[in-house]
């Protein structure tokens, strides 16, 4: 089913380049790139079919499972966040958030500044992390180059090493 809906998908934007009927080339490119991912996809779970391959199953299941939940993972995150919708917010658009009920008294906010926010304090700290190990490692390679030809005085002086 994913192979014939990414093959229509990719058939339409072609045909609507080649008939001119879509002027705009990122909105083309992006159903193209859309198309491949979903066929990639489909081979992938198509392949670890055939071939009775675990990891192929695994990671085609979970590809497929992540795109039909993406509807609930962005309820979710609206709910959590207390925001609606990603750059703006229209009132037609079904959103759980307090915000959208009343609840609080004060407007909803998109979720796009909302996540960058918290994608930078997270990344932030990451990075932290990161550089902690970093320098752990130089302080390890430099302890060891400084210490590789020590001899251990237990050692017999007449052996080979």
């Excluded at 072609?14 to 008939?19: D, H, M, P, S, Y």
Aim: hydrophobic share 50%; charged share 10%; with cysteine.
């Amino acid at each position: 089913m994913f192979l014939l809906v990414s093959l229509l998908l990719i058939g339409i934007a072609a045909w609507g380049i080649g008939f001119g009927l879509i002027s705009s080339l990122r909105v083309v490119g992006v159903v193209i790139a859309v198309g491949i991912f979903l066929f990639l996809i489909a081979l992938v779970g198509l392949i670890g079919a055939v071939k009775h391959h675990q990891v192929l199953l695994f990671f085609g299941q979970l590809l497929e499972v992540g795109w039909n939940n993406t509807a609930s993972a962005r309820n979710d995150l609206q709910r959590n966040l207390n925001c609606c919708g990603f750059r703006s917010y229209n009132p037609n658009d079904t959103c759980l958030a307090g915000c959208a009920k009343g609840v609080g008294g004060h407007k909803c906010l998109p979720c796009a500044p909302i996540i960058g926010a918290y994608a930078g304090d997270v990344l932030r700290f990451v990075g932290g992390i990161g550089l902690f190990f970093s320098f752990t490692e130089i302080l390890g390679v430099w302890l060891t180059y400084r210490y590789r030809n020590q001899k251990d005085p237990r050692a017999n002086p007449s052996a080979f090493l």
